[in-house]
């Protein structure tokens, strides 16, 4: 092989800004800091991407630790049939470093860091239009689909290493990725594995196919339900299949090429995805510059077919994808116990200017003929909720009533709604532990119990005497409207500032009654609410925003109570009203000022 083209290690001062790190949050592979940078490989030009992936393999191979990232716009370096926009300015098409060394050590919190807001760099009606032209390329025959993305653009400064553990945090996905450039910082939290080689097998596994995930734990399984049943979605997955199929036997041995698992359904912290996996043995003679000629990009962002797609893409998106769909990778030595090579589809990816403070994350999805611009433009946003979701530690909190004789009321509800927030939440659950703790309860009066298990599965008790309660419960309704879209309102745990600050807008009242942004009525800071219309109880249903109640669940299944959507009309003109929850019981209520 003749020697790459391409400039020798830089001097050390070039490499102060120069690092790496990858995380595997689905516990495969231990986290890695590769330390001690020597060199950096920069293609800047289509000619040079070739002899950059060379050098960084050729690096990895006698022994040394290579991470980088290929660009999207680099695509016509490995086939010039291949339609790109021209490169971001100043961000490399290839860009590879070399370590002398890896650590295992996890990700950790840094300092402050800001972030946003997020501005989309196009109109939801240029993204209706852009939809409907797809489609139109669809009915015509010159695409089957075609993976249509936006950026949203935005300000960050501080520390990046701490935007990097929240993202991955709240992605919770395999090929979690850092790199710092000196100019740029790539934050990639890819759940997507593009290929990992070992030198003779290959593999790949496309995603193709995304629901938000729900909720609460029953919402959450009938998202996922329906994500698995989506003929659109199946449609799409199969079609990437099919397509990676045919890219792999380009390098693969003959008949060697295999579907392993179709349709798999795999959960992360803000979606569901539908992933495949392909894999084959490649020949002898293949490199890595072979695999990125047959493969890249991936298959999955751009459509197929790829050629012709490619091109639809060029002429519709607004600005080049940069990292974004191109891949990040880690090239490990050999002994090292890792895949010789390891890249994933650089999707959930932020990519920062270090010297602007101009930051870019992209998103997007497959447009097949079924498509909606509405439907396709929530998914792309559904996409970007790892953005701001950030996985703050969580304890679950059960408040429960305990009587000398008769133990618990409702145990069995409080135990089923923990293990069902801990299933969702993934929280271990010590459910011995907990029974014997509460076997322990003793004493002559009722008492408050409080049940508390950590995010790491540690559990406590508290208790205090249960003290006389108000008769008739004076509430004052609160007009800062919930955000029902928030995950922990439906899990009871210790974040419990909102219910606490809404208390205290209203020292008069004894309760607080809550109202989402729909106007709907959805319970107070410490119960459920129930109301008498035209001669029946009802209550909120769970969607509103409300936690499910113990005593709630138990009086819809004796058949003493229905759900319904309550406004606060509704609430202003009911026969009567009152508060549940499993440490009072059922206390009538009344409106009071909101004072």
């Known amino acids: 092989m003749t ?9 050390d001062p070039a490499l102060a800004g120069v690092g790496a790190r990858f995380d ?52 016509p370096a490995f086939d010039r049939r291949l339609a790109v926009r021209s490169p971001s300015p100043g961000l490399p098409l290839a860009w590879f470093a070399g370590f002398r060394d890896a650590i295992s050590e996890p990700a950790g919190p840094g300092g402050e860091y800001r972030i946003g807001p997020w501005r989309p760099e196009v109109s939801d009606a240029c993204y209706g239009r852009h939809v409907d032209t797809i489609r139109e390329f669809i009915r015509t025959g010159d695409t089957y689909q075609t993976n249509y ?43 997507e594995l593009f290929f990992r080689w070992d030198g003779r097998r290959i ?29 659109k979605d199946r449609a799409e997955n199969v079609m ?22 179709l349709f798999e359904v795999e959960r992360f912290e803000t979606v569901w995805q539908m992933t495949s996996t392909v894999a084959a043995e490649t020949r002898p003679e293949v490199g890595l510059v072979d695999i990125f000629t047959a493969m890249f990009p991936c298959g999955s962002v751009t459509g ?24 990040i990778g880690l090239l490990a030595p050999p002994g090292s116990g890792r895949s010789r090579a390891e890249f994933s589809v650089a999707i959930r990816t932020l990519v920062a200017d270090t010297q602007d403070g101009e930051a870019e994350y992209g ?24 953005l701001s979701r950030r996985r703050a ?109 809404a208390a205290a807008r209203h020292p008069a009242a004894d309760d607080v009654v809550l109202v989402n942004e729909l106007g709907e009525v959805v319970e107070t800071t410490i119960a459920n609410l129930v109301v008498r219309r035209d001669g029946a109880w009802v209550t909120p249903p769970i969607d509103s925003g409300c936690l499910p109640g113990t005593y709630r669940e138990e009086l819809i299944d004796r058949g003493n109570l229905s759900e319904r959507s309550v406004s606060v009309a509704d609430l202003m003109e009911a026969d009567e009203m009152a508060v549940i929850n499993s440490v009072r019981g059922w206390r009538t209520a009344k409106l009071i000022g909101n004072g």
């Open 3 to 11: 020697s790459p083209k391409v400039p020798g290690p830089l001097p």
């Open 24 to 75: 595997d949050f689905r516990g495969r592979l231990v986290p890695l800091r590769l330390v001690d940078p020597y060199g950096v490989w920069v293609a800047h030009h289509l000619e040079d991407v070739p002899d950059v992936i060379r050098r960084a393999e050729s690096e990895a191979r006698a022994g040394r630790w290579v991470a980088g990232f290929v660009s999207y716009e680099a695509a």
């Open 149 to 191: 993305t936006f950026r949203l653009r935005g300000r960050v400064s501080g520390d990046l290493r701490s935007l990097y553990t929240d993202l991955i945090a709240a992605q919770g996905g395999g090929y979690h990725a850092f790199l710092e450039t000196g100019r740029h910082t790539v934050v990639s939290a890819s759940p």
């Open 203 to 231: 593999e790949s596994r496309p995603m193709k196919g995304t629901m938000a995930r729900g909720r609460w734990e029953q919402e959450d399984s009938r998202f996922r339900e329906r994500l698995l049943s989506s003929g």
């Open 240 to 261: 990437i299949v099919d397509l990676l199929r045919n890219d792999l036997g380009r390098v693969a041995r003959f008949g060697s090429v295999q579907v392993e698992r």
């Open 304 to 327: 197929a077919p790829k050629v012709r797609t490619m091109e639809i893409i060029e002429s519709l998106e607004a600005s080049p994808r940069g990292v974004y769909c191109g891949a």
């Open 363 to 386: 998103v997007g999805g497959g447009v097949v003929h079924e498509s909606t611009a509405a439907r396709e433009y929530e998914e792309a946003m559904v996409k970007a909720r790892v």
């Open 393 to 501: 530690p969580v304890t679950l909190l059960e408040t429960m009533r305990w009587e000398p004789g008769r133990g618990i009321w409702l145990r069995d509800r409080h135990l089923s709604r923990l293990r069902s927030s801990a299933r969702y939440l993934g929280v271990t659950l010590r459910e011995v532990v907990i029974s014997d703790l509460l076997e322990g309860l003793s004493g002559d009066e009722p008492l408050r119990v409080r049940l508390l298990v950590s995010g790491e599965g540690s559990v406590s008790i508290d208790t205090s005497p249960l003290a006389p309660g108000s008769l008739v419960v004076g509430l004052a309704i609160d007009d800062r409207p919930i955000d029902r879209t928030d995950y922990l309102r439906y899990h009871k745990t210790t974040r419990r500032e909102a219910y606490e600050q």
